[in-house]
C-alpha cells in the first residue's frame, strides 16, 4: 500500500534551518508530484509548493518562494522540503501529500517548533 | 487566485445527515475538481472525496460529494452519522498552479 514516512520532530531556534523528509513506497515515485502543507497549531491547512521527482520541477505558495526548497531523490524515493530563516511563526506540523489530483495519501506529519 | 469558505462549524445528531458546503468566490466551480479532507484530532488528514464526487477505496458511501454550479460551490454530506465522524473537514481545490485549502468546519456529532 501506499506509504509516506516523514522524519522525525524538530527543534530550532531563530533563525536557523529545517529539513524535513518523506519517504515513499508503494507506488512508482517519479509518477506523482508530492506537495507539502503546514499546519500551525490549532489552524488549518496551508499549502506551501509542489515538487515533480521526475523533472524536479517546482510550485510555490508566494509567501514560501524565498525561504522554502524543495528537492526529490528518485534513488531513495525521498523528497526533502528545506525551509530557512525559520521564525516562531514557524512552528507548525509540515505533511508531504501525494499527487496533484486525488486521492492523496498523506504522511504523517513533522512538528517543528521553532523556540529560543 | 480565489478563495473557498466553509461553514466554521457543524453539529448534528447520530444516525443523522450533515452537509457542508463550499464555496468558491470567483471562477467557476467546474473549473478545478474538489477533493474533501477529514482530519481527527491528533491525526493526519485523509482523502474522503476526490474529484468532486469519488470515494477512495475504504471510505464508506455514507460520505458524498456534490457540486452545484448555481450556488457555486461544493458540498459534502455525510449520511448516518457516526460518533467517528467528529473531525475537521476541508475542502481543497486548485487554482493557478497552486492548491487552495478551504478554511475548515468542525463536525461535531452530539
Known amino acids: 500500500q501506499v506509504q509516506l514516512v516523514q522524519s522525525g520532530p524538530e527543534v530550532k531556534l531563530p533563525g536557523a534551518s529545517v529539513k524535513v523528509s518523506c519517504k515513499a513506497s508503494g507506488y512508482s515515485f517519479t509518477s506523482y508530484g508530492m506537495n507539502w502543507v503546514r499546519q500551525v497549531p490549532g489552524q488549518g491547512l496551508e499549502w506551501m509548493g509542489w515538487i515533480s521527482p521526475n523533472t524536479g520541477d517546482t510550485r510555490f505558495a508566494q509567501r514560501f518562494q524565498d525561504t522554502v526548497t524543495m528537492t526529490a531523490d528518485t534513488s531513495t524515493s525521498t523528497a526533502y522540503m528545506e525551509m530557512r530563516r525559520l521564525t516562531f511563526d514557524d512552528t507548525a506540523v509540515y505533511y508531504c501529500v501525494r499527487g496533484w489530483l486525488g486521492p492523496n495519501p498523506w504522511g504523517q506529519g513533522t512538528l517543528v517548533t521553532v523556540s529560543s | ?110
Request: proline content about 5%; glycine content about 10%.
Open chain 2, 1 to 110: 487566485n480565489f478563495m473557498l469558505t466553509q461553514p466554521h462549524s457543524v453539529s448534528e445528531s447520530p444516525g443523522k445527515t450533515v452537509t457542508i458546503s463550499c464555496t468558491r468566490s470567483s471562477g467557476s466551480i467546474v473549473s478545478n475538481y474538489i477533493q474533501w479532507f477529514q482530519q481527527r484530532p491528533g491525526r493526519s488528514p485523509a482523502t474522503v472525496i476526490y474529484e468532486d464526487n469519488r470515494r477512495p477505496s475504504g471510505v464508506p458511501n455514507r460520505f458524498s460529494g456534490s457540486i452545484d454550479r448555481s450556488s457555486n460551490s461544493a458540498s459534502l454530506t455525510i449520511s448516518g452519522l457516526r460518533t467517528e465522524d467528529e473531525a475537521d473537514y476541508y475542502c481543497q481545490s486548485s487554482g493557478s498552479n497552486s492548491w487552495v485549502f478551504g478554511g475548515g468546519t468542525k463536525l461535531t456529532v452530539l
